[in-house]
């Protein structure tokens, strides 16, 4: 069995940084794409960053383009997401997950198999 945990949330004024932090419990870890997500109260789960197994590629979505930035340490068995410039809007639940498969990145939930529990951020203004 996977095991994903996430740290590294908290609160924090507009225009501060967080690190959010993902460990995973397995070494094939290394092996797979990555995704990290976040839920606002009332919303869908929506993706935010996603990159490969060797994290070669990374992929954004636009609110966060340019402010957040998502990495890997395969020695470690972790996968990091790097918050800048937060905004109120960025409030959620953020998630990390596993990718079915090494090289699939894509921006749905359902390609991803094993969640951590969350981890909670909050912005205020």
């Known amino acids: 069995q996977v095991k994903v945990v996430e740290s590294g949330g908290g609160l924090v004024q507009a225009g501060g940084s967080l690190r959010l932090s993902c460990a995973a419990s397995?070494?094939?870890?290394?092996?797979?794409?990555m995704g990290w997500f976040r839920q606002a109260p009332g919303k869908e789960r929506d993706s935010v960053a996603r990159?490969?197994?060797?994290?070669?590629?990374?992929y954004y979505e636009e609110s966060v383009k340019g402010r957040f930035t998502i990495s890997r340490d395969n020695a470690k068995n972790t996968v990091y997401l790097q918050m800048n410039n937060l905004k109120p809007e960025d409030t959620a639940v953020y998630y990390c997950?596993?990718?079915?498969?090494?090289?699939?990145?894509?921006?749905?939930?359902?390609?991803?198999?094993?969640w951590g529990q969350g981890t909670q951020v909050t912005v205020s203004s």
């Open positions: 997950a596993r990718s079915r498969t090494s090289w699939s990145t894509g921006r749905s939930p359902l390609e991803y198999d094993y």
């Open positions: 397995t070494g094939t870890f290394r092996t797979y794409a």
């Open positions: 990159i490969n197994w060797s994290g070669s590629n990374t």
